[in-house]
């Protein structure tokens, strides 16, 4: 074995003489061996996502970072796919827009096979977002958060599985449907043929809030409080203490789920050397997504600074 | 031996702009034994005439589950069936594995269909001497979807295909706007007697030779045979196994 990529996995030369190519391959003759980037270059820091009562806040900064240089500030990272499901973008910002192209050749892919559409209501027609709350669901067809979840970790762990990742870590955030409450198989046996009544329509489900990770290995999980990056360290301590379970997210409002994000944000830009004062935050309910992408952080202070050893240009 | 010398592949036009093998496949299908589907707004039902071959043998089977929430109904080559019905689960599957969910009937049968129309285009292949009625739920509702081996695909709100099923399906006109407010039950009871139009004088259904494939928004799709479906073909029919005389009609 010697320092040359080439000669990796291959006879010694000065053993068995120079090694034979002619039955390789062309590609694989006298090249290196297949290389990918294994490491990201341009970078994203945290995304943050939490649940509320009836939708989920999304938010990241402007900010891609080369190693730490604050090289792009006008870099939208939130990415909403429809109107049920939006995606929040961690790590490289290349994957991110090659991930964010895929999504959106699969969102066209859906329209055109009618698939996602009903009958009443072929495309982001006003009238629907009229009935936030309740009342059937037209977009029901629609691929929703948790099957744009599924779909992603299938990808970046195929990816990793090619020992060629897509280097992101990523959110989530929607609505979903939720399962029937009990398959039933037969729900009237043959035997009450004669005294069965014609059933009404189908009851509708109401969509739920939905927030789940992914990353470059393949993980996933999901919490009504979740954060990629250093937000996992900073943010997400912060965020539970409002919100330490699903049921607590269940009483939150959208102004307080705001609030506390907004609040995160600040956090890290104090704290996250690879942060920004302006972020993007994206609220996704059953009105649709409501995206921001300018946030200017607010009541900036610095004061605390001074207090901490360490933090700040100090002499001991 | 040949009708002309335009039938010997499926990728030849006759000047007419006919392509023969294709003909020949939905002939088949017309062979096949007959095969109902129709679909209220929540329920989707597909009934099938099975046949043996001969006395002691059992009967083919007509109706193929393939995912929780949807089912075919063949007729046809049964071989050809089983084919497109090993492709479907396998796209059912991959569509639960990849998205979580299951997969919309539309794209199911498109997927099918554009199968079955590339055998039509390549020489050496043969089309799919099968027809197919899809019947099922999504996430849109109730679906019923008719293939056939030219690839040609549509959504139908009832369908009947196979040998002598013209009957049926002038049953089904007659009946046409009934099917859409029907329930679970009157549905089966229209599909059965669908099926019972375009039997033979002297050929009866019963709990033998007839398949029924229910499904409904939140119902899986299932099979009934056998004993199960005794009561409805005494509900539907006044005698479904009396010797003589003609079932008769009961309304409903």
Not at chain 1, 83 to 92: L, Q
Not at chain 2, 69 to 91: C, E, T
Not at chain 2, 221 to 248: C, D, H, S, V
Request: proline share 5%; charged share 25%.
């Amino acid at each position: 074995m010697n320092h040359l990529p080439q000669a990796w996995g291959r006879p010694r030369d000065d053993i068995y003489g120079a090694y034979d190519h002619s039955y390789l391959p062309q590609t694989h003759a006298n090249t290196h061996p297949t290389t990918h980037t294994q490491s990201p270059v341009v970078t994203g820091t945290s995304v943050l996502g939490l649940k509320f009562k009836d939708g989920v806040v999304l938010a990241a900064d402007n900010l891609a970072s080369y190693g730490s240089l604050a090289r792009f500030t006008d870099v939208k990272r939130l990415k909403p796919f429809n109107r049920k499901a939006v995606v929040g973008f961690g790590g490289d910002v290349s994957d991110m827009q090659y991930l964010d192209r895929l999504l959106n050749s699969l969102d066209v892919q859906e329209n055109y096979s009618g698939a996602a559409t009903t009958e009443e209501d072929d495309g982001e027609a006003p009238a629907a977002t009229a009935d936030g709350e309740g009342g059937e669901d037209k977009h029901k067809a629609i691929l929703d958060a948790k099957n744009l979840h599924t779909y992603l970790s299938k990808v970046l762990y195929k990816r990793r599985s090619d020992f060629n990742p897509l280097w992101n870590a990523i959110l989530v955030a929607g609505l979903t449907t939720p399962p029937p409450p009990a398959p039933s198989t037969s729900t009237s046996s043959p035997k009450d043929t004669t005294t069965s009544k014609p059933t009404g329509p189908a009851p509708s489900r109401k969509p739920i809030p939905y927030l789940a990770y992914a990353d470059l290995l393949g993980t996933t999980y999901s919490s009504p409080t979740l954060a990629t990056g250093f937000g996992a360290h900073l943010a997400v301590p912060i965020m539970r203490r409002a919100v330490p379970d699903e049921a607590a997210a269940a009483k939150l409002s959208r102004e307080e789920a705001v609030e506390i994000v907004k609040k995160c944000m600040k956090v890290l830009f104090y704290r996250d050397a690879r942060s920004m004062n302006e972020y993007s935050l994206c609220v996704i309910d059953g009105k649709g997504v409501d995206l921001q992408e300018n946030i200017k952080l607010e009541g900036e202070s610095w004061a605390f600074a001074e207090g901490i050893k360490g933090y700040g240009t100090q002499t001991v | 031996m040949f009708r002309n010398n335009y039938d010997n592949d499926s990728v030849t036009f006759s000047p007419q702009g006919r392509i023969f093998q294709v003909e020949y496949a939905q002939e088949a299908v017309k062979q096949g034994s007959v095969v109902v589907g129709i679909v209220s707004k929540t329920h989707a039902v597909l009934a099938a005439l099975k046949r043996n071959a001969e006395e002691l043998s059992s009967y083919q089977k007509k109706i193929i589950p393939i995912d929780t929430h949807y089912g075919i109904a063949l007729a046809g080559l049964a071989s050809d069936a089983r084919v497109l019905s090993n492709f479907m689960k396998q796209q059912s599957l991959a569509s639960r594995l990849t998205y979580d969910r299951p997969i919309p009937l539309s794209e199911i049968t498109s997927r099918i269909g554009d199968r079955a129309q590339t055998n039509t285009q390549h020489y050496g292949k043969r089309p799919y001497g099968v027809g197919l009625l899809i019947a099922g739920v999504d996430q849109k509702g109730p679906h019923l979807f008719e293939f056939q081996p030219s690839g040609v695909t549509q959504e139908m709100v009832a369908c009947g295909i196979g040998a002598r099923s013209q009957m049926a399906r002038t049953y089904l006109e007659r009946n046409l706007d009934e099917f859409e407010g029907s329930s679970r039950e009157e549905l089966i009871k229209h599909a059965l007697r669908a099926l019972k139009d375009s039997l033979a004088q002297d050929k009866e259904l019963t709990i033998e030779n007839t398949s029924l494939g229910v499904a409904g928004v939140d119902e899986n799709f299932k099979m009934y045979e056998g004993q199960e479906i005794a009561n409805w073909l005494e509900t539907t029919f006044e005698r479904p196994e009396g010797g003589e005389g003609e079932g008769m009609e009961v309304d409903s």
